[in-house]
Each structure stands twice: as structure tokens, then as C-alpha cells.
């Protein structure tokens, strides 16, 4: 049962546009979001977070945005830039019943062209 | 600035081999994990642990044990590897605990590439 789910498993994008990452969750017991960003041979990083209580999260060229009734997020990276190039993967957390246990999506390829 | 290493970045077992994977965090935080990456699948949660001695299974502890007997070492066994075991195994660790406000951010190691032929 896939509670957090990515459906894109890869995106391609030019340099200086928007990218656009989707996620979709089922649980509605989860109320913290967060992006982490993997490139091959190295652990994730963090990315980006979103509580629950907000709709939208900003931080540089990273915007996180809550659709809570869809049970949607979405992360956008404007411009976008070939550093960018790299795995996403969104988690979600049901806060105050778990030890910060994070539920992941499958994961979004994201290439950024020249 | 936090780190967490794993012991090997590359290891290559038998089936049937005792594995012994190795994580060391220096932030003195309380909760370690285990997951495990294959393509199309995401991370997957094995154990994870959130005391010295505590330890509470994931979605996915079948073949997989885990033992910590220090705040800064987290341990993920294989008892007896097969080649469904052939993944990427990343390490993390995160501050949270039970009933506190704080982020959930996870902090993750670089990862072991285990290959079980």
C-alpha cells in the first residue's frame, strides 16, 4: 500500500524554466511534508519542508505548495539550473504518533538540459 | 555539522553470508533508521530505533535485524544474505522524539551499495 506516491518517474526540463514535481499521499494522519534531493552515490539531502498548516513554503528558487483537501504537494524550482539534475523524492510524517518515521514516494528524475 | 558515515561504500556477499552494515552519527541524536533503495520503489524503511536498545521494525524487516547498543551506532544484519538483499542501504538519523515539536528532518549517510551473489 503506497501511501505516498510520485507518479512521474522522470521529468526533463530546460535550463532556466520552471520544474514541476508532483506527489500524492492517501494518509490523512500526515501533517508535515518534506523534499529531499539524492544524486547517485550519495545520500539524500534535505530539500525543502511544508507543515501541514500552511499552503505554501518558500526558500530561494524552491517553492513547496499544500493542497490539503487533494492531498497533493507539489515542488516547483525556479529557474531551474543543471545542478539541479538529481532524484526527488517526497516523504510525509504523522507527527506526534511516530518517531518522525518518514513514508517516501518512489522517486522523480529530474534533468535539467543546457 | 551533522555526519553520518557507513562503514563500506561497496560491499559484494555470498548468499547464505552473515552481513554486517555499520552507522555512526556525531550529533547525539536519539532516532537512527535503516532504509533500503531500489529504483521504481523509493526508500523503504527495514528498522529503526529510537533509544539505545530500542528498536521498532519498518515496512520491510523480513530477512533483517538490527541491534543498538550505542546512541551513536546503529547496526543493520542480514543474518543469511540472498540476492533479493542486493540494494542500496542508506542510513539516517533525525533529533525528534516522541512528543516533542521539532522538525523531522532526517540526516543520511552516503549509503552501501551491497551486491549478494
Known amino acids: 500500500d503506497q501511501q505516498v506516491k510520485q507518479n512521474s518517474p522522470s521529468l526533463s526540463v530546460q535550463e532556466g524554466r520552471i520544474s514541476i514535481l508532483n506527489c500524492d499521499y492517501t494518509?490523512?494522519?500526515?501533517?508535515?511534508f518534506l523534499w529531499y534531493k539524492k544524486y547517485p552515490a550519495e545520500g539524500p539531502t534535505f530539500l525543502i519542508s511544508?507543515?501541514?498548516?500552511?499552503d505554501k513554503n518558500e526558500d530561494g528558487r524552491f517553492t513547496v505548495f499544500l493542497n490539503k483537501s487533494a492531498k497533493h504537494l507539489s515542488l516547483h524550482i525556479v529557474p531551474s539550473q543543471p545542478g539541479d539534475s538529481a532524484v526527488y523524492f517526497c516523504?510525509?510524517?504523522?507527527?506526534?504518533?511516530?518517531?518522525?518515521?518518514?513514508?517516501f514516494g518512489q522517486g522523480t528524475i529530474l534533468t535539467v538540459h543546457p | 555539522d551533522v555526519k553520518v558515515t557507513q562503514s563500506s561504500r561497496y560491499l559484494v556477499k555470498r548468499t547464505g553470508e552473515k552481513v554486517f552494515l555499520e552507522c555512526v552519527q556525531d550529533?547525539?541524536?536519539?532516532?537512527m533508521f535503516w532504509y533500503r533503495q531500489d529504483p521504481g520503489l523509493g526508500l523503504r524503511l527495514i528498522y529503526f530505533?529510537?533509544?539505545?536498545?530500542?528498536?521498532e521494525k519498518g515496512d520491510i524487516p523480513e530477512g533483517y535485524s538490527v541491534s543498538r547498543e550505542k546512541k551513536e551506532r546503529f547496526s543493520l544484519i542480514l543474518e543469511s544474505a540472498s540476492t533479493n538483499q542486493t540494494s542500496m542501504y542508506l542510513c539516517?538519523?533525525?533529533?525528534?522524539?516522541?512528543?516533542?515539536?521539532?522538525?523531522?528532518?532526517?540526516?543520511f549517510g552516503p549509503g552501501t551499495r551491497l551486491t549478494v551473489t
Open positions: 511544508i507543515s501541514s498548516i500552511k
Open positions: 539516517a538519523s533525525s533529533l525528534m522524539g516522541l512528543g516533542t515539536n521539532l522538525d523531522y528532518e532526517q540526516y
Open positions: 550529533m547525539d541524536h536519539e532516532n
Open positions: 530505533s529510537y533509544d539505545v536498545k530500542m528498536k
Open positions: 516523504a510525509a510524517v504523522a507527527g506526534g504518533t511516530s518517531y518522525g518515521k518518514l513514508t
Open positions: 494518509n490523512s494522519m500526515f501533517d508535515y
